[in-house]
């Protein structure tokens, strides 16, 4: 059976950092791009960072720039999200997915999430002092 698990995420006070990770079972990984999706309280869940299958394709949502950083192993069938200089309104249930879209800024920003195949269980984010 296809599935994500994540694993990270917690209570971090604001400044400080977290990783999340995501591990991928049951499903050609290599082939698929991959991102992470928040949502926070009161708020659409929202495209924090996606990838494509080698790396060579990125977005990033902008308050994330220059704080957050998205990786993978294809080898290890995982991928993370470093989540640097953390903030309180980056407080949100994170959520790794797994898709075969070809732009990562449509994944990230505009794709249904009925099309996203593959969805971890989420995470729980919590910024505060």
């Known amino acids: 059976q296809a599935h994500l698990v994540e694993s990270g995420g917690g209570l971090v006070q604001p400044g400080g950092s977290l990783r999340l990770s995501c591990t991928a079972s049951?499903?050609?990984?290599?082939?698929?791009?991959i991102g992470w999706f928040r949502q926070a309280p009161g708020k659409e869940r929202e495209g924090v960072s996606c990838?494509?299958?080698?790396?060579?394709?990125?977005y990033h949502v902008d308050s994330a720039k220059g704080r957050f950083t998205i990786s993978r192993d294809n080898s290890e069938k995982t991928f993370s999200l470093q989540m640097n200089s953390v903030k309180p309104e980056d407080t949100a249930v994170y959520y790794c997915?797994?898709?075969?879209?070809?732009?990562?800024?449509?994944?990230?920003?505009?794709?249904?999430?009925?099309?996203?195949?593959?969805w971890g269980q989420g995470t729980q984010v919590t910024v505060s002092s």
């Open positions: 997915v797994a898709s075969l879209a070809s732009s990562m800024f449509t994944l990230c920003t505009s794709t249904p999430t009925n099309e996203i195949p593959y």
């Open positions: 990838m494509n299958t080698n790396g060579g394709s990125l």
């Open positions: 049951g499903f050609p990984f290599e082939h698929y791009a």
